[in-house]
């Protein structure tokens, strides 16, 4: 479409300042002296450069950024607040023979966080059983129950991964049964800590570390050098090896992925070193899910992660049993590994069919209300019997769609009480507004993070959450609709669109938040051969003024403006999105996938 002038001191890119999804195009922002200063010292051709650049690499840092070591980038763990405590904790308890037990969360993280903690108890001759939560019978996070059932069965200290750091009723009560607590979590928290021995995360209000992004996961490793420091200091190593956590940065990185944490610094460098590791598939259950999956062993990408691997261990988590995950990831027995990623791959199956019913109806609910079009800052929808373990997917689903925060609520009508999930749209922290919601009564439980957020309301009272959330958000809603820009890094046709120019870009991965994949332009090109395919995906060739063509695909738009314009064969159009690799039948060649399209005849009301 047309510019009209964008917004005030940027640029329409290719003069689109509204897309057929109704977003503004621009040209990714990069210093033209830090553009030269790469080019120069690591020798890039100018687009490489400039990417590198716009993601806010400095000259100083390209080096670490580019070739990333965790020589360089591995933390202090004593600049974490409690680490040195956490670490005193455990390693007293594994001393004294104390029953030590691990409570994780049922998701990825939680999973890879768990199975950290038991690979380094293994290599130090112990066991450490591992409990997580159902997730429809018990909720998110400890509970009194919970805690009283680990103290029935024996428990002299717990370690909570990916969760407890909010739980302050529940660790309160922990300590009044006299169990022992240490916490480790990097979700968002109250300004006054839960009852424990240590609370580590680097969220929590006053910590110094500096490393906020990291996910549970990355967390846990930190915590698995300040044990190994620990033990080192009681000469616990005398007689046995010292636990090499290297040979572990393959669960550390799948929890970074598939948190959507923010890839930079040491945590970039832990998930680029973690894919690498997991490029080797020693890991049993991560080789028996990949087999499951049908895909075949290679090198790992975040893909791997966030498309086949992680889908497949939340699956349990979801609809299934909670613990499957942890067990597939701490697992050494083969046959194990092969039984669990066989079951998990069953649900993950199951999984897609109930979240496609509950997307449907999500859809016709909410647009029958208007309310994904309007001003409102968040969409609140909310239905009976939506199976409570999709509905953070499908908030992610509806977010894409929407390009507003979307808040899904599965209502039990028995109890008369909601399960939700929400998915932000960056600029807009859901996770501090769920957390003020539940502050002033408004939910029963709630918390998270800026991007993501679980909450647990009354039916009754769904419309005051609704206005709540949209009330707190309102302000933010304005700043980033005004910066919901898609950054383009080069404009290319057909013919330049190349295996070549995909693995240059290749050096800036792994990719992820505040590292994005790099987003390409063609001008004036038409679809060709379009074919809408299950899933309201469609494919074409995607054809250029002289001729050159790109195979090219665009995920879920069949019925949205952009897929329309596809499946018409229209031609003129400009396109951008990102470059994967076509291996099919030992091509290595590249497709394009398609994020967005733009008409340059239609022109801005």
């Known amino acids: 479409m047309a510019d009209d002038g964008g917004i005030k001191g940027v640029s329409a890119f290719l003069g689109v300042s509204r897309s057929l999804s109704g977003r503004a195009w621009r040209l990714r922002p990069a210093e033209a002296a830090t553009t030269r200063a790469h080019m120069q010292a690591h020798g890039l051709d ?5 990417a590198l650049a716009s993601r806010g690499v400095g000259p100083e840092q390209a080096g670490d950024f580019l070739r ?31 029953a030590v037990h691990v409570f994780a969360d049922y998701d990825v993280d939680g999973a890879a966080s768990a199975a950290l903690l038991v ?16 997730r429809l019978t018990e909720g998110y996070g400890p509970s009194a129950r919970a805690f009283d059932t680990l103290k029935a069965a024996g428990a002299d200290l717990v370690v909570t991964v990916d969760c407890g750091a909010a739980a302050n009723e529940s660790l309160a009560h922990a300590a009044a049964i006299g169990l022992n607590v240490v916490v480790i979590d990097h979700h968002l928290m109250r300004s006054e800590p839960p009852r424990a021995l240590a609370v580590v995360n680097p969220n929590r209000p006053g910590c110094a570390s500096g490393q906020g992004n990291l996910a549970a996961a990355g967390v846990v ?45 040491f945590n970039r460098a832990l998930t680029g070193l973690g894919l690498g590791v997991m490029s080797a598939w020693r890991n049993p259950g991560l080789k028996a899910l990949l087999a499951a999956a049908g895909a075949e062993p290679g090198p790992a990408k975040t893909m791997h992660c966030g498309f086949i691997l992680g889908p497949r261990i939340n699956a349990g988590g979801r609809i299934g049993r909670s613990d499957l995950g942890a067990r597939l990831l701490s ?17 993950n199956l199951s999984r897609r069919e109930v979240e496609r019913a509950v997307i449907e109806a999500a859809i016709r609910r909410a647009e029958a209300t208007g309310a994904h079009a309007d001003e409102s800052a968040v969409v609140v929808v909310a239905g009976e019997d939506w199976h409570p373990g999709v509905v953070g997917v499908v908030a992610g689903r509806l977010r894409e769609r929407w390009r507003k925060p979307v808040v899904v ?19 807009m922290n859901l996770g501090r507004a769920v957390q003020a919601a539940w502050e002033a009564g408004v939910l029963l439980a709630g918390g998270g993070h800026a991007m993501a957020a679980g909450l647990t309301v009354e039916a009754g009272r769904i419309g005051e959450l609704a206005d709540f959330l949209n009330q707190r958000l309102a302000g933010e809603r304005l700043v980033a609709a005004a910066e919901d820009w898609l950054d383009v890094d080069a404009l290319v046709d057909p013919a330049g669109a190349t295996r070549a120019l995909f693995e ?16 390409f332009a063609l001008s004036g090109v038409q679809a ?78």
């Open 221 to 265: 490793l930190v915590l698995l050098a300040a044990l190994n420091r620990e033990a080192r200091g009681r000469g616990l190593f005398a007689e046995r090896p010292e636990p090499d956590i290297r040979q572990w940065l393959d669960l550390a990185a799948l929890g970074a992925v598939c948190d959507v944490t923010g890839l930079t610094g």
């Open 46 to 50: 100018e687009p490489l450069a400039r």
């Open 331 to 347: 697992t050494d027995d083969p046959g194990e590994a092969a039984t669990l990623a066989a079951e998990l791959d069953a649900l």
């Open 409 to 427: 609520i599965g209502l039990d009508p028995v109890n008369g009480v909601g399960k939700g999930s929400g998915r932000s749209q960056p600029g």
């Open 504 to 519: 240059a870009f290749e050096q800036l991965a792994p990719f992820g938040p505040a590292n994005p994949e790099p987003v």
């Open 528 to 605: 060709r051969e379009p074919v809408q395919m299950n899933g309201g995906h469609v494919r074409c060739r995607l054809v250029g003024p002289d001729g050159a063509s790109i195979r090219a695909i665009a995920w879920r738009c069949a019925d949205l403006p952009a897929g329309q314009a596809l499946l018409s064969g229209q031609g003129g159009l400009n396109v951008v999105g990102r470059l994967k690799a076509d291996d099919w039948n030992g091509r290595r060649g590249v497709q394009f996938e398609i994020e967005d399209v733009a008409d340059p005849r239609m022109v801005q009301a």
């Open 119 to 134: 690979r380094w108890f293994r290599a130090m001759g112990a066991d450490l059983p591992i409990y997580v939560p159902d």
């Open 68 to 98: 990333p070591t965790l020589r360089a980038l591995f933390p202090d763990p004593s600049s974490f607040m409690d680490m040195d405590a956490a670490a005193t904790a455990i390693v007293d308890a594994l001393q004294a023979g104390k």
